[in-house]
């Protein structure tokens, strides 16, 4: 194990100080956040603990579809008794939690992130922007109580992984301690050809479809500096679909495009609320912006939500990125 990523004080003390938790990560899941809770639990109930995973989805991210029916959706009162504590994975504020935000305060909370920036929410924080996955902190966690990950823990740690780091093409130079951490999973059993067919699989053909729309439908702003492309919920009814999100495969192509910096997905979420997804080559930090408009995430990945139908969203989106590409 990487020493420079054991977990620091308090968090090993946090977690021997209970017998019970409850384990949150963020709405609308991903594969880091859905195995980061996973394989906590898992750990933990290996090691005599009460351990409850909770997220209110939605789940319709395919890759992470087949993990839904293991989470609870809502707190019951009889799961708060025991003294437990909660552990917050992959949210860099509270509020990213959902409708359970409420229903946990009062309880000891211990938060797990890898965002470089947030609200400094919980009581102990174990929050390191050099990890590229939550799940990365777990491995280490489990390593650093001398143990390792099962060969199913071990597949899942790789798999949220390979998700948040685009099957490791947002890595960067001196990364070779990932690829370390990764060799250990390997070893245990992960497969890279199986992470990859669990990310790139399960898709119905009307998300091929609507990814095709979304590509035919973009358009080219700021000298070609950036591109803006939307889903409609009148493109999924159309196609008779109920969620179909390709903003992956979206970015990837048109992050390719000659002088784009920026890559801009609007979603409409439902009537008069729209999500933002936003990607940057380098030159820009959307992370900023992100966080300017009430969302958050990473300097080159991340999203805010807004009330609004898919026209006024996009008009502010452009006006906020004309500054950003000015400055
Ligand atoms: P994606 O475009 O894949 O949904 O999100 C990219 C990153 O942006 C995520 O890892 C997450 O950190 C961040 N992000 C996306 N949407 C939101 C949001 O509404 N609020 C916050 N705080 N972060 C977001
Ligand atoms: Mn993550």
Redesign the pocket.
Known sequence: MNASFCPPDGVIEFLEGYQKFLVFGHVEP?ADCVASQLVLSSFFRRRGKEVMIFSEGPFDRPEIIAYEQRFRKRIEDSNLKGDPAALILDC??AD?IGSMEKRIQGLPVLVVDH?AAGEDFGDVRWVDPRAPSVTFLIQHLIEAYLDRPTPGEAGLLLFGLARDTGFFRHLVENSGFVFEAVSRLVDIGASPRETYRMIHSGWELAKAKLLALSLQRVESELKGKVLITYQSLEDLHSLGSKAARG?DEVYRILQAVRGVEVVAFIQEEERDRC?V?LRSNGEYDVGTL?RSMG????TL?????VAGSVPVVHSQLLAALKHLVKS
């Open positions: 991903d860099s504020t990213r965002h903003s999500s997804g992100a969302g958050g995430g990473h990945a991340a999203g805010y939500t």
